[in-house]
């Protein structure tokens, strides 16, 4: 294409797209492929470019952002192991139904299909765990291929999508972009699907409201809250899900997931009417698909969900609904009160929330379940706090209390490594909120080079590392499956405490829990990002039973 002064380089149409489409942040870790997207970046002060130190990480953040926003997280890696590396994040992308763009430098167009030097096919790759991927091949359809991706992370249920950028297409000369911004579209409740749901609550003698999914506002909360109380209904959370419902409410009823209380299993394996709002009701939410039988719940389920090639897709509802959580939680208000009231039930299931919430007796001279606590109390409704993958992570999902819409970010994948990519992001879009990771001793070292992220960008996050010496989870299966029979879950750790002053972080240890407070103080007040050690018995592997009775057990 000939060039000329209405002309920019692909890399510019590039970032000028993503302008367009209000993006303000991007994660990143640099390579040759994409350079002159790169170098379109440095003219606009817009977007904030967090440089990181494994692409891993970078797709996490940008997963973080997705999710703590609700616009597309974006992540730049440059091809072959930059792609391969970023593809943990992704997985949690599609898994976590969160809007994520992934940019990957690729190989010129005059090289394709010879094995170039780090030559892959992204749409094989990729097909299995993104909503679309694609290649841009022309310059001039950079614009049409980015309001696209934005349209599609975010419609319906969303998710990741990849697009693969050739090195010398971003060199070709294009037309200056001229499109409108990317908007999410929400599909909205039908009349008569209102006034159905409105009936069968008037019938049900017990039911409950599981909240879910990873696409909610803040009015969306506050409206169901409203509904949820003008008629005494008890609401639990999904798995990873709790903040989208006010823990120290009077209705609220405990989270569904792993190490699920059992009275609340109980509860909505009785209930006869279960209103499944914005979750996928998945593996880990319905304790393998054993709290809800599958396909026919024997519990009459209605399911709301913005992506109607979920509705159906495990379980068969009496009633499945259409619909985004903006204006289904309208609907939901506007209801109003029903006749029935289910107080009692609500003021119940309350109470079992709050007895099974209250801190545990575990061996060593480390209580998390009480530091979880300490932490609760030490921090702001409003704190973030983050966490990856672990048995660490029960003790977090069992005896915190989340009390505002945005405060959790987990991932529903299970990955590994989540917490501290996602700190360092939520600490970034809210620089004055408290914002803490949880993270085991093997969840940190997945990730844990991203504290050099935090340091260089200035993101004054705090990470608690519960360090027990092993990959707990599997150690405990290990030990319920072939007591005594232990093998690869054993740990040698470095000094965290010297690690985070290494990096130019304020570390702590604690080896004792009431030395906890005082350590978390200094932490917060120390004006860079920080780390404390939680020095745990290995023994102490749940809430509930140590490790020496699971090897018992068999």
Known sequence: ???GHNFLTGGQVLIDSLVINDANMAFCVPGESYL??????YNVPSIQLITCRHEGGAAMMAEAFGKLTGKPGLCFVTRGPGATNASSGVHVAFQDSTPFILFVGQVSRTMRDREAFQEIDY????GSMAKWVAEIDYAERIPEYINRAYHTAMAGRPGPVVLSIPEDMLDDQAPVPALSPAHRIQPAPHTHEIEELRSRFLKAKSPMILLGGNFWSQTAVDNVQVFAEVNH???ACAFRCQHLFNNEHPNYAGDVGIGINPKLAERISKTDLLVAIGTRLGEITTSGYSLLRAPIPEQDLVHIYPGAEEL???YRPVLAINSGMTTFAQNLREMGSIKPSWAESAQQAHADYRMWSEPTKVPG????????HMLREAMEDDAVVTNGAGNFASFLHRFYRYRNFNTQLAPTSGSMGYGVPAGIVAKSIYPNRCVVTLAGDGDFLMTGQELATAIHHGINVIILIVNNGMYGTIRMHQEKSFPGRTIGTTLSNPNFQLLAS???AHGELVTLTEDFPAAFQRAKNCGKPALIELRVDPEAITPSTSLSEFRASE
């Not at 480390?366 to 530091?371: A, C, F, H, S």
């Open 502 to 504: 290494a990096y130019g």
């Open 1 to 3: 294409m000939e060039k």
């Open 312 to 314: 159906g897709r495990v």
């Open 233 to 235: 209904l008890p609401v």
């Open 123 to 126: 749409r094989h790759m990729f």
């Open 365 to 372: 001279g480390v209580n998390l379940g009480i530091i979880v």
């Open 36 to 41: 002159s997207a790169l170098n379109a970046l």
